[in-house]
């Protein structure tokens, strides 16, 4: 199925700069990439990355540098079924990918944390995106009023987006890409002393 | 399967400070409670809430009011298999209880958000839980010293225990249960106008 996965490197990851500076935070947007692209190369998934500027991967990439809504209506017109895959899903991995694929339904959601879609099947074309405030909300309202079914994906791998410095806990626990150990060379690593965990930068 | 519901009434929730009064507090840790043992009763666990207070629910109480750790290192002890289901899972419904029970291993671990352990369950009595810190690691390791078997449980409800404001949001959104009702009643909601939803009260 052919994937989009939106790549914005106009101020990547801005939700980070206590810890990385703007130049480091570009290239950590590109390792969270290439390790979605890894897990993605492991499925049945036909990706292209669609990136506000040129970026090096192994897949064909796209230049646009449009509203994000914009871009995937477009693709959704010309296109179904197609899925949607953002590119900051740092955990995500070939099972939970393929559940997405598997899964039926007009519409196929995989929520993000805080109210967000971070993956989404579309298989009608009547479906629209709407990416802004509570997108999950707002995709189960456009898919009823358009009479589409709706499917929810249950991952906590496919929730975690990362772009606080709290979801790098998530990566350093769980991630089994490449992002990890970038991070270590950084030197952030879990500062767990506290009553809560937390990350640090030495 | 004996399943054990931990629910620490001492001082619940206090990172809900902002929101809730003590006493609001301690009723909405009840409520999560309650719409736990709903998911719970759909499914072949056998719950038993252990408190650190009375509670007054359809399913056996058992009070203790020890660390977490010695009530459930001591119930692994008595008997396994055993669950143990954080009280506060208020996404938890039964298809991943189920799923949770399904999985091999002799130790199966549904990590929480923040490196935290939501749910277990625990085949092999030489295992031994230490909720302290980053749990979810600490029991990683526990198991590899004691040559047990790990699987990881891939599930965003299971992964979504409620202590923080961020963390009503899940609530208010993907809650099946009472919870969403009951915040909305003490003037709870989303507030979707700023470019992140956060929750306020009214």
Excluded: C
Excluded at 7 to 30: I, Q
Excluded at 47 to 67: H, K
Excluded at 123 to 142: C, E, K, M, T
């Amino acid at each position: 199925m052919r994937t989009l996965i939106p790549l914005d490197l106009t101020t990547p990851k801005t939700r980070l700069s206590t810890l990385l500076s703007p130049p480091e935070r570009e290239t950590f947007a590109t390792v969270l990439l290439e390790d979605v692209l890894s897990a993605v190369a492991e499925t049945d998934l036909d990706p292209v990355v669609v990136a506000t500027e040129p970026v090096s991967v192994d897949v064909p990439v796209r230049l646009d540098d449009r509203p994000l809504d914009a871009v995937v209506n477009d693709a959704i017109s010309a296109e179904t079924p197609l899925a949607i895959v953002m590119a900051d899903l740092g955990l995500a991995e070939p099972d939970q990918l393929r559940s997405l694929l598997g899964t039926d339904g007009d519409v196929v959601i995989a929520p993000g944390r805080g109210g967000g879609t971070n993956a989404l099947v579309v298989r009608d074309d009547a479906f629209r995106v709407d990416y802004h405030g509570v997108s999950f909300q707002d995709h189960l309202r456009i898919a009823r009023k358009r009479d589409l079914s709706v499917s929810v994906v249950d991952s906590f791998r496919l929730a975690s987006d990362v772009d606080t410095p709290e979801d790098l806990i998530e990566v350093l626990l769980h991630s089994r890409g490449t992002a990890p150990a970038w991070l270590r060379a950084a030197g952030i690593r879990l500062e767990t002393s506290e009553e809560r965990p937390t990350v640090v930068r030495e």
